[in-house]
């Protein structure tokens, strides 16, 4: 999990935006990644910063290194667009039930990463709503 990356989904949305599609849905789950949707928002145009200003990958790994996240870059035309994310399951995304606990096993995540990822998933969920909030899904 700390070198799996989900940029390879927001290389397949842009993809979509440069063909005028603005009406999205995402399957989320499955992906062997655990990287808090970075290496998406990478794809984007979204960078994400360690604490000497330098851009980070975004990999799972990466997720404890964020000290800043620069959106100037992220492709306008997500502005336009709708998101639908489908999931096949009801885990919260954090918690002792949520997605790290749960699925990080399937993914090589032992216990040590495991706590490592719940740590960051947190932190990263307060930041892309401060952030990121004028794309904020409810």
């Not at 993809?15 to 970075?38: K, Q, V």
């Not at 979204?46 to 990466?62: A, H, M, P, V, Y």
């Not at 606990?101 to 216990?111: D, M, S």
Request: glycine share 14%; hydrophobic share 35%.
């Amino acid at each position: 999990p700390r070198y799996t990356t989900s940029y390879g989904t927001g290389e397949m949305i842009r993809d979509a935006l440069e063909r005028g599609f603005r009406d999205i849905s995402i399957a989320i789950g499955g992906s062997a990644t655990n990287d808090g949707g970075i290496g998406c928002i990478r794809a984007l145009g979204g960078r994400f910063l360690d604490e000497n200003g330098e851009e980070l990958k975004g990999c799972g790994g990466d997720l404890i290194k964020i000290k800043k996240i620069d959106i100037s870059g992220l492709n306008p035309l997500i502005k336009e667009c709708r998101f639908t994310v489908m999931c096949d399951v009801t885990n919260p995304l954090c918690g002792k039930d949520g997605a790290t606990y749960t699925f990080g096993r399937q993914k090589g995540a032992t216990p040590e990463i495991q706590d490592e990822l719940e740590k960051v998933c947190v932190t990263i969920v307060i930041s892309y709503k401060s952030n990121l909030a004028w794309i904020w899904i409810t």
